[in-house]
Protein backbone atom coordinates (compact mmCIF):
# COMPACT_ATOMS: atom_id res chain seq x y z
CA UNK A 1 0.00 0.00 0.00
CA UNK A 2 1.36 3.27 -0.98
CA UNK A 3 1.82 5.84 1.80
CA UNK A 4 0.41 9.53 1.34
CA UNK A 5 1.36 11.36 3.94
CA UNK A 6 0.11 15.22 4.79
CA UNK A 7 2.81 18.10 4.52
CA UNK A 8 0.60 20.74 5.51
CA UNK A 9 -2.86 21.04 6.83
CA UNK A 10 -5.24 23.38 8.03
CA UNK A 11 -5.95 24.87 4.40
CA UNK A 12 -8.59 26.75 2.72
CA UNK A 13 -9.41 25.42 -1.12
CA UNK A 14 -5.40 24.82 -2.22
CA UNK A 15 -4.40 24.53 -5.74
CA UNK A 16 -1.84 24.83 -8.02
CA UNK A 17 0.87 22.79 -7.55
CA UNK A 18 4.18 23.90 -8.60
CA UNK A 19 7.83 22.40 -7.51
CA UNK A 20 10.82 25.07 -8.01
CA UNK A 21 14.07 24.72 -6.29
CA UNK A 22 13.23 22.23 -3.78
CA UNK A 23 10.05 23.22 -3.01
CA UNK A 24 6.85 23.91 -4.15
CA UNK A 25 4.83 26.66 -4.07
CA UNK A 26 0.77 26.07 -4.12
CA UNK A 27 -2.17 28.42 -3.49
CA UNK A 28 -4.98 28.83 -0.42
CA UNK A 29 -7.76 30.16 -2.86
CA UNK A 30 -9.64 30.82 0.51
CA UNK A 31 -7.30 32.98 1.88
CA UNK A 32 -5.89 34.86 -0.84
CA UNK A 33 -2.44 32.92 0.02
CA UNK A 34 0.34 31.64 -2.25
CA UNK A 35 2.95 29.56 -0.11
CA UNK A 36 6.06 27.49 -0.75
CA UNK A 37 6.60 24.77 1.43
CA UNK A 38 9.14 22.10 1.93
CA UNK A 39 9.21 18.66 2.03
CA UNK A 40 9.22 18.36 5.64
CA UNK A 41 6.62 20.79 6.22
CA UNK A 42 7.85 24.18 6.86
CA UNK A 43 5.95 26.91 4.62
CA UNK A 44 5.68 31.07 4.31
CA UNK A 45 3.50 33.08 2.37
CA UNK A 46 5.28 34.08 -0.62
CA UNK A 47 2.38 36.59 -2.15
CA UNK A 48 -0.82 37.88 -1.48
CA UNK A 49 -4.04 38.47 -3.94
CA UNK A 50 -7.54 38.11 -3.33
CA UNK A 51 -8.19 36.34 -6.51
CA UNK A 52 -10.44 33.12 -6.87
CA UNK A 53 -8.91 30.81 -8.99
CA UNK A 54 -5.20 32.26 -8.03
CA UNK A 55 -3.01 29.60 -10.39
CA UNK A 56 0.62 30.35 -10.37
CA UNK A 57 3.67 29.22 -13.19
CA UNK A 58 7.12 30.08 -13.31
CA UNK A 59 8.87 31.69 -15.96
CA UNK A 60 11.70 30.16 -17.67
CA UNK A 61 13.86 33.39 -15.59
CA UNK A 62 12.40 31.77 -11.99
CA UNK A 63 9.83 34.67 -12.18
CA UNK A 64 6.74 33.47 -10.54
CA UNK A 65 3.58 34.27 -12.28
CA UNK A 66 0.14 34.71 -10.82
CA UNK A 67 -3.41 34.97 -11.92
CA UNK A 68 -5.19 37.80 -10.76
CA UNK A 69 -8.72 36.08 -11.88
CA UNK A 70 -11.06 38.99 -10.73
CA UNK A 71 -8.28 41.77 -11.72
CA UNK A 72 -8.06 40.67 -15.02
CA UNK A 73 -4.37 40.26 -15.03
CA UNK A 74 -0.95 38.10 -14.83
CA UNK A 75 1.08 39.05 -11.85
CA UNK A 76 4.68 38.94 -11.89
CA UNK A 77 6.64 38.67 -8.36
CA UNK A 78 9.77 40.21 -8.19
CA UNK A 79 12.83 39.13 -6.45
CA UNK A 80 12.33 41.56 -3.94
CA UNK A 81 8.49 40.26 -3.14
CA UNK A 82 7.04 43.06 -4.81
CA UNK A 83 4.06 42.45 -7.45
CA UNK A 84 3.93 44.28 -10.79
CA UNK A 85 1.51 43.58 -13.73
CA UNK A 86 3.15 41.30 -16.28
CA UNK A 87 -0.02 41.30 -18.86
CA UNK A 88 -3.35 42.83 -18.75
CA UNK A 89 -5.99 40.06 -19.77
CA UNK A 90 -8.56 42.66 -20.35
CA UNK A 91 -11.56 40.92 -18.50
CA UNK A 92 -12.11 38.66 -14.90
CA UNK A 93 -12.53 35.18 -14.49
CA UNK A 94 -8.92 33.15 -15.41
CA UNK A 95 -7.87 29.98 -14.19
CA UNK A 96 -4.91 27.65 -15.11
CA UNK A 97 -1.45 28.95 -16.45
CA UNK A 98 1.17 27.00 -18.57
CA UNK A 99 4.32 28.42 -19.47
CA UNK A 100 6.83 27.32 -22.53
CA UNK A 101 10.53 27.93 -22.86
CA UNK A 102 10.21 30.68 -24.70
CA UNK A 103 8.29 32.69 -21.39
CA UNK A 104 5.44 32.36 -23.73
CA UNK A 105 2.39 32.23 -21.02
CA UNK A 106 -0.50 30.26 -21.81
CA UNK A 107 -3.79 31.34 -19.57
CA UNK A 108 -7.07 29.53 -19.73
CA UNK A 109 -10.78 30.59 -18.78
CA UNK A 110 -14.50 29.17 -18.20
CA UNK A 111 -16.75 30.63 -20.54
CA UNK A 112 -18.87 31.03 -17.49
CA UNK A 113 -18.96 31.79 -13.97
CA UNK A 114 -20.29 28.54 -12.69
CA UNK A 115 -20.17 29.72 -8.96
CA UNK A 116 -22.57 32.81 -9.77
CA UNK A 117 -25.24 30.39 -11.84
CA UNK A 118 -24.42 31.19 -15.19
CA UNK A 119 -25.89 29.17 -18.40
CA UNK A 120 -22.94 26.97 -19.59
CA UNK A 121 -20.58 28.34 -22.60
CA UNK A 122 -17.74 26.84 -23.61
CA UNK A 123 -14.12 28.18 -22.19
CA UNK A 124 -10.87 29.36 -24.25
CA UNK A 125 -7.39 29.45 -23.87
CA UNK A 126 -5.13 32.87 -24.54
CA UNK A 127 -1.21 33.25 -25.02
CA UNK A 128 0.19 35.97 -23.05
CA UNK A 129 3.46 36.30 -24.85
CA UNK A 130 7.03 36.81 -24.29
CA UNK A 131 6.75 40.35 -25.54
CA UNK A 132 3.67 41.50 -23.90
CA UNK A 133 1.00 41.08 -26.70
CA UNK A 134 -2.45 39.14 -25.19
CA UNK A 135 -4.15 36.72 -27.93
CA UNK A 136 -6.88 34.38 -27.91
CA UNK A 137 -5.58 30.85 -29.62
CA UNK A 138 -7.89 28.65 -28.55
CA UNK A 139 -11.65 27.77 -28.08
CA UNK A 140 -14.35 25.45 -27.70
CA UNK A 141 -13.24 23.55 -24.40
CA UNK A 142 -16.02 22.66 -22.29
CA UNK A 143 -14.25 23.74 -19.21
CA UNK A 144 -10.88 24.08 -19.52
CA UNK A 145 -8.52 23.08 -16.23
CA UNK A 146 -5.34 22.43 -15.98
CA UNK A 147 -2.45 22.52 -18.12
CA UNK A 148 0.84 21.32 -19.35
CA UNK A 149 3.59 22.41 -22.17
CA UNK A 150 6.18 19.03 -22.94
CA UNK A 151 9.38 19.51 -22.28
CA UNK A 152 10.23 20.27 -26.09
CA UNK A 153 7.98 23.48 -25.98
CA UNK A 154 5.93 21.53 -29.05
CA UNK A 155 2.70 20.90 -27.47
CA UNK A 156 0.36 22.45 -24.87
CA UNK A 157 -1.83 19.77 -23.02
CA UNK A 158 -4.99 21.37 -21.44
CA UNK A 159 -7.49 18.91 -19.11
CA UNK A 160 -11.12 19.61 -20.24
CA UNK A 161 -13.06 18.76 -17.01
CA UNK A 162 -16.65 18.57 -18.18
CA UNK A 163 -15.99 15.91 -21.47
CA UNK A 164 -13.45 13.96 -19.63
CA UNK A 165 -10.37 14.28 -21.68
CA UNK A 166 -6.90 15.80 -22.17
CA UNK A 167 -6.96 18.08 -25.12
CA UNK A 168 -3.00 18.58 -27.03
CA UNK A 169 -2.18 21.15 -29.47
CA UNK A 170 0.93 21.57 -31.30
CA UNK A 171 2.37 25.22 -30.19
CA UNK A 172 4.17 27.25 -33.15
CA UNK A 173 7.50 29.47 -33.50
CA UNK A 174 4.96 32.60 -33.01
CA UNK A 175 3.55 30.64 -29.55
CA UNK A 176 0.22 29.96 -31.76
CA UNK A 177 -1.70 26.63 -31.68
CA UNK A 178 -2.73 24.56 -34.30
CA UNK A 179 -3.43 20.33 -34.84
CA UNK A 180 -5.98 20.21 -32.17
CA UNK A 181 -6.73 16.37 -31.19
CA UNK A 182 -7.81 14.79 -28.12
CA UNK A 183 -4.66 13.51 -26.39
CA UNK A 184 -6.51 11.03 -24.08
CA UNK A 185 -9.93 9.67 -23.42
CA UNK A 186 -10.75 9.71 -20.07
CA UNK A 187 -13.88 7.94 -19.65
CA UNK A 188 -15.49 9.04 -16.13
CA UNK A 189 -12.57 10.82 -15.30
CA UNK A 190 -13.32 14.58 -14.68
CA UNK A 191 -9.55 16.02 -14.77
CA UNK A 192 -8.29 19.34 -12.91
CA UNK A 193 -4.24 20.21 -11.86
CA UNK A 194 -2.10 18.15 -14.19
CA UNK A 195 1.67 17.23 -14.73
CA UNK A 196 3.78 15.68 -16.54
CA UNK A 197 6.73 13.15 -15.94
CA UNK A 198 9.78 12.29 -17.54
CA UNK A 199 8.00 9.08 -20.16
CA UNK A 200 5.83 11.81 -21.42
CA UNK A 201 2.68 10.38 -19.11
CA UNK A 202 0.26 12.80 -17.55
CA UNK A 203 -0.86 12.86 -13.78
CA UNK A 204 -4.38 14.32 -13.53
CA UNK A 205 -6.21 14.97 -10.36
CA UNK A 206 -9.69 14.27 -9.87
CA UNK A 207 -11.97 16.01 -7.38
CA UNK A 208 -15.33 13.65 -7.68
CA UNK A 209 -13.47 10.68 -7.10
CA UNK A 210 -11.00 11.64 -4.95
CA UNK A 211 -7.85 10.47 -6.78
CA UNK A 212 -4.77 11.11 -8.79
CA UNK A 213 -4.58 9.41 -12.42
CA UNK A 214 -1.24 8.33 -14.13
CA UNK A 215 -2.29 7.71 -18.10
CA UNK A 216 -0.22 7.52 -21.85
CA UNK A 217 -1.32 9.12 -24.57
CA UNK A 218 -4.36 7.73 -26.09
CA UNK A 219 -5.44 6.74 -21.95
CA UNK A 220 -3.99 4.05 -21.02
CA UNK A 221 -4.42 3.82 -16.87
CA UNK A 222 -0.90 3.65 -15.80
CA UNK A 223 -1.05 4.06 -12.08
CA UNK A 224 -3.41 5.82 -9.51
CA UNK A 225 -2.83 7.34 -5.98
CA UNK A 226 -6.01 7.16 -3.56
CA UNK A 227 -6.58 10.55 -1.80
CA UNK A 228 -9.92 10.41 0.65
CA UNK A 229 -10.05 13.92 -0.38
CA UNK A 230 -11.02 15.74 -3.69
CA UNK A 231 -7.94 15.93 -5.13
CA UNK A 232 -7.73 19.41 -7.49
CA UNK A 233 -4.27 19.63 -8.40
CA UNK A 234 -0.54 17.66 -8.97
CA UNK A 235 2.93 18.37 -9.21
CA UNK A 236 5.98 16.04 -9.42
CA UNK A 237 9.07 17.35 -7.23
CA UNK A 238 11.46 14.44 -8.52
CA UNK A 239 9.85 10.93 -7.87
CA UNK A 240 7.74 12.96 -4.77
CA UNK A 241 3.96 13.15 -6.27
CA UNK A 242 2.32 16.51 -3.94
CA UNK A 243 -1.42 16.43 -4.00
CA UNK A 244 -3.38 19.59 -3.04
CA UNK A 245 -6.88 18.26 -1.96
CA UNK A 246 -9.39 19.40 0.18
CA UNK A 247 -13.51 18.16 1.54
CA UNK A 248 -15.55 19.09 -1.42
CA UNK A 249 -18.82 20.10 -0.70
CA UNK A 250 -19.59 21.97 -4.27
CA UNK A 251 -19.03 24.81 -6.29
CA UNK A 252 -22.48 26.46 -5.65
CA UNK A 253 -22.09 26.54 -1.99
CA UNK A 254 -20.44 29.34 -0.23
CA UNK A 255 -17.36 27.64 0.95
CA UNK A 256 -16.56 24.89 -1.73
CA UNK A 257 -14.50 23.46 0.71
CA UNK A 258 -14.77 22.47 4.04
CA UNK A 259 -12.55 25.16 6.14
CA UNK A 260 -9.60 24.06 7.45
CA UNK A 261 -9.65 20.73 5.25
CA UNK A 262 -7.32 21.74 2.59
CA UNK A 263 -3.73 19.96 2.48
CA UNK A 264 -0.78 19.75 0.46
CA UNK A 265 -0.20 15.79 0.71
CA UNK A 266 2.81 13.88 -0.69
CA UNK A 267 3.98 10.29 -1.93
CA UNK A 268 6.41 8.38 -4.08
CA UNK A 269 6.03 7.13 -7.64
CA UNK A 270 8.27 5.66 -9.66
CA UNK A 271 8.68 7.92 -12.44
CA UNK A 272 10.12 11.63 -11.73
CA UNK A 273 9.13 14.54 -13.23
CA UNK A 274 9.36 16.08 -16.74
CA UNK A 275 12.46 18.61 -17.00
CA UNK A 276 11.94 21.33 -19.37
CA UNK A 277 14.44 21.05 -22.47
Known sequence: MRELRTVLGGRGLVESPRWHGGRVYFSDWSAGEVLAADPA???EVVARVRSLPLCTAFLPDGGLLIADSAGGRLLRREDDGTLTVHADLGRA???DIAVDGRGNAYVNRAGFDPMGGEEFKPGSVVLAAAGGAVREVAGDIAFPNGMAVTPDGATLIVADSYRG???AFGIGADGELSGRRVWADLGDGTPDGICLDAEGAVWYADVPHERCVRVAEGGEV???????LGAFACALGGTTLFVT???WQGMTEPEPVRPGSG???ATEVEVPGADRG
Do not use: S
Open 263 to 265: RLL
Open 41 to 43: GGA
Open 245 to 247: AAE
Open 165 to 167: ELV
Open 222 to 228: LDAVETG
Open 93 to 95: GWN
